[in-house]
């Protein structure tokens, strides 16, 4: 295997940012696994970057001892200090890198230098943002500089929401039709350890809730044109309901997996002539009294950070207010082991298509399919998973990707890659479980 530190030209293949991070540390890791399973991938060339060389160190010779890499010498990956409050820094670090994997969240504060420095910089870029507003104003503002500089930016490209968003993809593709609506249900599973998130992700959830009044402008600006109305509309399933394809109790999923999918229908219907989906995001629980618990949770909290007293109460107390489901530290090594999960997602539509994408049915829709998305530890190791991927991708079939650049949800940029293939053989599984 090449030496990570030797690549021609003055670019990097990948560079990730915010490797000392919680998060970050377990994507090198990832990066460092593909690498010695890919083949295709051996003599990729990566550096890593932060604002303490130090750190960065020891976050390498984490992710090298916990990938069992002993053919990776940490002295010879190149380390880029680099600091979202200096742009002359930002700048320098895209001038080296061909595609940015953005680990500094949240994105609503610290994103958007980043993107601009990596348009400026001719860099393509990935991030695991769930934050809408950041998404969909990050489009609004920079797809034609993106597209003219000829690089990608992609976010939302962790387990928000690769799972949910190329899921769909992988339905429409394997339908045998034409499809009306899709409800997704995700259901996480805990090992005898228990599990906690990061403070980050907490973070961004408060922020994320407290400015969605801010996205109905960005909207107005970014889909002047309405999509046509279904004339079979997806089922209201209410706030709480049992389906017995997904056993337990769902609610409404708040996250941003349903905005990122209708902008990837939306693409595809602008694009490519396909009618775009219906969806409906939803969790699921087993037990009855999670649920209760859950419904009451979330209406504090959503209430809690409408207003800045509480919002700053909520920011310096999340293991308190979250019952210890948050903390500062993050997971342990052991509960992040014994975590998985699963996406189910149910298509409903027609076996026969329609000439045009706007054109309606006749008849309601009388095919179902069922698909599933499955893989481990969702924060970190299935987010990490995605994220990379989602970056070699750019790397390796820009080719297959829309335009020449621009900013693009995961469906509308990767519908057309091998992304899902790989990602099956990381451990993140695409199966069939039903189809009519």
């Known amino acids: 295997m090449a030496a990570s530190g030797e690549t021609t030209g003055d670019r990097y293949d990948v560079v990730i940012f915010g490797a000392t991070g919680f998060t970050g540390k377990y994507v090198v890791r990832d990066l460092i696994q593909t690498r010695k399973q890919f083949s295709e991938f051996k003599d990729l060339t990566f550096a890593v970057a932060g604002r303490n060389k130090e750190k960065l160190c020891e976050a390498l010779n984490w992710a090298i001892s916990s990938a069992k890499a002993t053919d990776v010498d940490a002295g010879k990956v190149p380390i880029i200090t680099a600091d979202v409050s200096d742009q002359e820094s930002l700048l320098s670090m895209c001038k080296k890198s061909k595609v940015l994997v953005d680990c500094v969240g949240p994105y609503r504060f610290y994103g958007e230098p980043v993107i601009k420095a990596c348009i400026e910089g001719g860099s393509s870029y990935v991030d695991i943002s769930g934050e809408t507003y950041f998404l969909e104003k990050m489009q609004l503002d920079y797809h034609e500089q993106a597209e003219a500089k000829g690089v990608y930016i992609v976010g939302a490209c962790g387990f928000d929401s690769i799972p949910g968003d190329m899921g769909t993809i992988f339905l429409q593709d394997n339908f045998e039709g034409e499809l009306n609506s899709v409800e997704t249900y995700l259901k996480t599973e805990q090992g005898p350890a228990g599990y906690r998130v990061n403070y980050g992700t907490w973070l961004s959830a408060i922020h994320s809730l407290a400015n969605t009044g801010d996205l109905r402008g960005v909207r107005t600006k970014l ?214």
């Open 223 to 436: 889909y002047p044109k309405p999509l046509p109305k279904p004339k079979f509309r997806i089922e209201d399933r209410g706030k709480m309901h049992q389906n017995p394809d997904v056993p337990g109790y769902s609610l409404p999923f708040l996250g941003s997996d349903r905005p990122v999918i209708l902008r990837s229908q939306r693409f595809l219907y602008e694009h490519e002539n396909r009618r775009p989906v219906q969806i409906q995001c939803y969790f699921t629980l087993a037990s009855l009294l999670n649920t209760i618990g859950i419904v009451l949770f979330g209406a504090i909290f959503m209430f809690m950070t409408k207003f800045s007293f509480t919002r700053k109460l909520l920011e310096d107390h999340p293991s308190f207010f979250s019952f210890g489901m948050f903390c500062r530290g993050g997971p342990t090594e052991e509960q992040i082991e014994g975590a998985k999960f699963t996406v189910t997602l149910i298509g409903k539509g027609w076996s026969e298509k329609t000439s045009e994408a706007s054109d309606q049915h006749a008849d309601p829709p009388s095919k179902e399919m069922i698909v599933k998305v499955s893989g481990p530890d969702i924060g970190y190791v299935a987010t990490s998973m995605c994220f990379i991927q989602s970056a070699l991708t750019i790397w390796m079939e820009s080719a297959k990707m829309p335009s020449k650049g621009g900013v693009y949800s995961p469906g509308a940029a990767f519908a057309k890659t091998s992304l899902i293939d790989r990602l099956n053989k990381r451990g993140i599984k695409f199966s069939i479980v039903k189809k009519d």
